[in-house]
């Protein structure tokens, strides 16, 4: 059994500096390879609707296609400005509130000016990661194409493969033409993909990609659009979040049959996977690079702001409230004692374990369909 030491890299899971010490190696690199480590699998079964609920979900995919060029009004103006002050503003009080006093901090010269310019860089720096992700996801979904052994699943991964590519398209149109700014793959995100796409076990994608990252994105997808002024920015994400549904629920749904026939020593193993991604996943919200662009030191400013247990956090925990009821549907939360309960405990996330888990929950999120009913009258 790896300690969490070894799974994680440090010795404490919340040690902040050495958090914030992980730095990308190649920062100007304009490809990135890795090495994935996998057989391309024909399968000579062709039967379809062996699996029904995958069948259903390919069915449900190929009718909900949509047009990021023309669904979307991109002529659509809004004030940034605006919505950077809004985010901004509750952060201050907060601070204030909580007494932390940044008069000898590297911010203490900090005005107006400078929050505004940070609240729009924040808006860059997510959007841009919203766009790595989506990117690391078509290349995943790409890879289980090749791998899975199932013809409903290389057929059902298929139109994943197409919408993730319409994901990375309007994300990166939204940065092109609503924002001022790129920024490159966070250092934590960046390691979680590569993690996921070198592992040679099919199912190790799917566990990476389809119920980690994408059951975070789901989730983080879902705050953004509550809480975004702009009515495109709305739009993109309701519709965007409708395939992420259907991707998550491909993810259970595939894993609930595989994990159902592993024991106990290769479960610990995905449970170990699922741990670190969890955690890779919360520490990049730390958006250090955000700092760094500012010309302040994550590692000087970062522990002044926070103030009490980040874990704690409500929207950090509610990030993960997709993951944890997909987690338990699959096995992962209880098996080996329930080795991963104990961390998510620590991460302050178990609470969610009974909310609904993703594969019950994707049709309700189909804005495709509600829309051309509508439309239909
Ligand atoms: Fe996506
Ligand atoms: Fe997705």
Not at 136 to 144: E, H, N, R, V
Not at 273 to 297: I, K, P, S, T
Request: charge should be negative; charged fraction near 30%.
């Amino acid at each position: 059994m790896a300690t969490d030491a070894e799974i994680l890299g440090r010795d404490h899971v919340d040690d902040l500096q050495a958090i914030l010490s992980v730095a990308r190696a190649d920062a100007d690199e304009v490809v990135h390879a890795v090495a994935d480590h996998a057989d391309a699998i024909f399968t000579w079964d062709y039967e379809k609707g062996r699996r029904p609920a995958l069948e259903k979900l390919y069915e449900k995919a190929k009718r909900a296609q949509w047009n990021g060029e023309t669904d979307l009004d991109w002529s659509i103006e809004f004030d940034r400005e605006e919505q950077a002050r809004q985010m901004i503003e509750p952060r201050l009080q907060f601070l204030e509130a909580k007494g932390v006093d940044l008069a000898h901090s590297p911010l203490a010269s900090w005005g107006e000016a400078e929050w505004l310019e940070f609240g729009l860089e924040i808006q860059n720096w997510s959007l841009s990661q919203f766009m790595h992700g989506e990117q690391g996801a078509l290349i995943c979904t790409a890879k289980i194409v090749e791998t899975v052994p199932w013809i409903d699943a290389k057929y059902y991964a298929a139109t994943q493969v197409m919408d993730e590519a319409r994901h990375v398209e309007v994300f990166a149109k939204y940065l092109d033409t609503k924002l001022d700014g790129h920024y490159p793959i966070n250092v934590h995100l960046g390691l979680l993909l590569d993690d996921i796409i070198a592992d040679s076990r099919w199912d190790m994608t799917y566990l990476g990609m389809q119920v980690m990252v994408e059951g975070l994105a789901l989730a983080a997808f879902g705050m953004a659009r509550q809480t975004t002024p702009d009515p495109l920015l709305r739009e993109l994400l309701r519709y965007v979040m409708a395939d992420e549904a259907r991707h998550v629920a491909f993810g259970v749904l595939s894993l609930q049959e595989f994990y159902a026939g592993l024991g106990d020593a290769e479960l610990l193993e995905r449970q170990e996977f699922a741990f670190e991604a969890a955690v890779r996943m919360r520490d990049r919200l730390l958006q250090q690079d955000v700092w760094e662009h500012m010309g302040v030191d994550p590692k000087v400013v970062i522990p002044i702001l926070q103030v009490g247990d980040k874990n704690q956090d409500p929207f950090q925990q509610l990030l993960f409230s997709k993951i944890v009821p997909n987690c338990k549907k699959l096995g992962l939360l209880d098996a080996n004692d329930g080795w991963l309960r104990t961390r998510f405990d620590t991460l302050g996330v178990t609470q969610f374990e009974d909310w609904a888990d993703t594969s019950e929950e994707y049709l309700d999120l189909d804005a495709v369909t509600a829309d051309r009913e509508a439309a239909a009258g």
